[in-house]
Structure formats: C-alpha cells, structure tokens
C-alpha cells in the first residue's frame, strides 16, 4: 500500500522548496480577499495568526453560540491562514448544504486530511469530483446490498447473543463501552470482512483504543493545517495521530489482502468483496480513467471509511444512549414496557418491527439531540464564488456548520436542555420526527452515508440491550451530562451496574 509515511515524505520535500512562496501569497490573498468580498461578520483576529489563540482548548462550538449572539447565524473566523465561515443555524445550513449542495460540497484540502487519507483518496477527506462520486456510489451499493433480505438482521441476533451473554457475567459495577464497542464492532466487520473478534483480541482493543483517542485528543485540530513551518518538523500531537492512524490502516489492509487471495467474482461475503469486483470490472473495462480511480489505494481508503464510519458515532451514541438512560429511570421503565409489550419471549426485535416500538426510536433520536456526538461535523469546502444569508463566500473557503447549535436551538426545541424523548412522538405516540433542526448525520451531498446503517442498527440494538437488561448508576454517583469536547463529544467514561431482566 501507498503508506501515509511516505506520502508526508514527498509532501515535506515540496513544503521545504515552497515555503516562502506560499507564505508570501497565503498573506498577500488573505488581505485581497478580505477587502474584495462581502464576508459574514467575526471577532478581529491577530495578523497571520487570525482566532486561532482564541479557540485553542476551547469548545469551540459552544463559544459559536455565545458569537453569534453578537455576529448573527453566519460568523467568520481566521484560523491562522485559513478563513472558515461557521453556519450556527438550521435556516442558513439548509440554504448551503441543501439549496447549494453543489456550491458546499467540497472538503478542505488541508495537511492533515490529505495525511490521514493517503493523499486524499478516501471518500470523507477527498474533495467534491468524479473518483469521490465513484466511491461513494460504491458504497452507498455495496451496504444496500448487505442490508436486504436476512443478512443484517442475522448478523445483528448473532453479536446480540454473543455479547448479552458476555455482559450478563458482570456482577460488579463496569464500564458498559467496552460492551458497546464489542457490538458495533463485530456487526461492521461482519459487514466489511465477514470477520467477528473476541472482546480480548489485541487488534480489536488496539482499533477501539485509536479511535477513541482521536475522539478525544483532536481538539480544534492540528497546527500544521495553519502554520506550514510545522509540516517539516510535526508536533508531537501530529505524530501520535498518524501513528494511530497507520496503524487503523494496517489493520483494513491486512484484511483486504487476506480477501484477495480467497476472492471469486462470483461470490460477494461481504463489503470487501463487493470494492474488489468493483476494481476487477474496472480492470476488463481497461479504462484508464476509471481505474486511476479505483486503485488499491482508493479501495482501502473507502473500506476503511465505511468501518470508520459505521463504528465510531454509534459505540458513542449507544454510551449516551445507556448514560442517558441510567441517568432517567422513568425513560427506562417506559423503554422497557414497550420492548416487553412487542417482543414477548424474544430478545432480539426483527428490522421490520421498527415501526412497533416507537418510544425506541424517540429515546434514540432524543439522545443523538441531546448529545450530539460530531458537534461540529466535518468542514466543507466551497466549490465555486457562492452566497449564504446575503454574503458572499469565494471558492475554496472551509465552512461548518455547529450542529450542537442547532440541536439546542430553543425556537425549535422546548426546553433543549431537557432529556425528553416524548417530543419526538405525536398525541396518538407514534414516531414523529419531522423536525429539519434534528441532523446529527448532517445533511446535503456530504451528508454521512453510514446514516442507512446506523439506524435500523442502533434501534435494534437498544431494543435488544434493554430486553435483558436494567441499567442504573452506582449508588451515589451523580450522572456527568455536560462533559466537553470539539471534534467528538462524547460522556466522559462512567460505571453502571446491571440487573438480569430474565433468567
């Protein structure tokens, strides 16, 4: 594979020519484009340095609240060289991300995007164009695939079997992630390895331990993006990140390699085999253009996203779920009359039965609210010269948009701060979520693609998990609601105790 230590490498290299060139014109365009568009309005930042001071360890999206107060919906902040426009409103996201899907639709080329994708050739990190349209609509197939007919629901029923057994061993007071993990991590290898891990697996642990490194080590991001000196000689930080993040990549790589040596066209197991008969197809096709798009490189970058992508937000949204739970005995009782009411005897809901357990979905929509896992999401990038609320934006500026904004609007939720899955159901308590300020999976081309899987997955899960099981704090523990966090947001780690609901 393409390593992500050689491609920094090259990048170096170019960077120790360059430098001084791009020093010069960063500053001299910064200056031009401030004077020559109409750019939404922000606090005053230091030359070159920008905002940048202001925000370090700072949540960032909860100081967007406070700025726009002052700023209005749509602010400016320079984070260093780097203009960013943050959008901190439902009315004005929807005008970008879906009235100009187009115009937003871009990714930021920064360092250490291309860095962690390998130059770019993931589909999260990689710009708006033909090879990120290829891959995402090979994806977006390959997981629709998977999904119909009894595939998924069986691979769900088999980790719930696995890991309510393992769970049900507790007895003490413990750490129910570990748990969480396990079940949505042996559900998407199922998925793209056809692969299922033991909750000791040094691999298993070492991945989920990266991962919630990222979570919650990334703060505000990394200084190389904003101070280019830094890419010749990486902080500390940046290079503990890449160390993770080779060795997340060495993991999918060794997998896909193993897939190659068993691979048949004819047979499809699992999401890998379905990027290798896409690649093959390409190769009969003897497309030049087609199969620069789909080289090793690119098919591992998109394997690895759709694990990445179908693991991380939801571990995390069930760890919510659970605290949230623990936190509001009256919710549980509720969630647990009605799994009861539906499923009788078994323990794991059919996908078909959704529709059956309505206060599920409204307890899992109101924690993905309330929570808020991906605060800030990912930034966009703009495409061309574009407008929002009545400003302009030129090409390739980073926008984002405060997603935890817009779930604690109070013009669109009654008391935001409350836990109440109730207002995600009508008068009769049916399922009613038609609420546009609710979008935790973001919206628009860039909308996350895992979003199929996810929630049809975690309904099932909750539903299963709260089937066996009542979950309370320790006696005297005093739930943390409130824990901080800018890139992922998610509880600080906590203890509960179960209780066996049936023998």
């Given amino acids: 594979m393409a390593g992500t230590l050689e491609w920094i490498s090259s990048a170096v290299l170019e960077y120790r020519i360059t430098l001084m060139l791009v020093l010069a014109a960063t500053v001299m365009v910064y200056f031009m484009t401030r004077k020559r568009y109409k750019f939404p309005p922000g606090p005053r930042g230091l030359p070159l340095l920008g905002n940048i001071l202001a925000i370090q360890d700072k949540s960032l999206y909860r100081m967007l609240v406070q700025l726009e107060k002052k700023y209005g919906p749509v602010i400016t902040l320079d984070l260093g060289p780097i203009r960013c426009v943050f959008l901190n409103n439902v009315e004005v996201i929807q005008e970008a991300f879906v009235g100009k899907s ?18 770019g050739k993931d589909i999260a990190f990689s710009d708006y164009g033909p090879t990120w349209q290829l891959h995402r609509k090979l994806a977006l197939r390959a997981l629709k695939y998977y999904m119909k007919g009894e595939r998924f629901q069986d691979t769900i029923a088999e980790v719930m079997e696995f890991v309510t057994v393992e769970m049900g061993k507790e007895t003490g007071s413990f750490d129910i992630y570990n748990y969480f993990n396990l079940a949505i991590f042996n559900i998407i290898s199922k998925i793209c390895f056809n692969e299922k891990f033991s909750s000791d697996n040094e691999e298993f642990l070492r991945v989920c331990e990266g991962l919630d490194t990222f979570s919650t080590d990334a703060g505000n991001g990394f200084l190389e993006d904003v101070f280019p000196p830094l890419r010749i000689y990486p902080t500390a930080k940046f290079r503990k990140f890449m160390k993770i993040n080779d060795e997340v990549l060495d993991f999918i790589y060794k997998r896909i390699n ?153 013009r669109h939720w009654k008391e935001p701060e409350v836990f109440n899955p109730e207002r995600f159901l009508d008068d009769s308590g049916r399922f009613a979520s038609n609420c546009e300020s609710w979008m935790p999976f973001s919206v628009g081309k860039r909308a996350c693609m895992a979003e199929s899987l996810a929630k049809p997955e975690l309904h099932v899960l909750l539903a299963s998990f709260m089937r066996s099981f009542e979950i309370r704090l320790p006696d005297g523990v005093t739930p943390d609601l409130e824990p901080e966090g800018s890139f992922s947001r998610m509880p600080n780690r906590y203890q509960v105790v179960i209780k066996k609901r049936f023998a």
């Fill in 258 to 410: 193993a897939h190659r040596e068993t691979f048949s066209a004819d047979t499809q197991r699992d999401f890998t085999d379905a990027m290798l008969i896409a690649q093959k197809e390409a190769e009969e096709e003897e497309d030049p253009e087609l199969l620069a798009q789909i080289t090793n490189t690119h098919l591992g970058q998109t394997v690895a996203d759709v694990f990445g992508a179908g693991l991380d937000t939801s571990r995390q949204t069930l760890y919510w779920t659970a605290l949230y739970l623990a936190a509001y005995p009256e919710v549980q009782a509720k969630l647990h009359a009605e799994v009861d009411s539906v499923l009788g005897e078994r323990r794991v809901p059919m996908l078909s039965e959704r529709h059956m357990l309505p206060y599920t979905n409204a307890v899992l929509y109101e924690s993905m609210r309330r929570g808020t896992v991906a605060p800030l999401s990912l930034p966009h990038s703009t495409t061309c010269d574009t407008t929002v609320a009545g400003y302009e934006i030129p090409k390739g500026t980073m926008v984002m948009a405060n997603i935890y904004a817009i779930h604690h609007d109070p």
């Fill in 102 to 119: 187009v115009d937003f639709a871009g990714r930021p080329q920064t360092f250490s995007a291309l860095a962690f994708s390998e130059g």
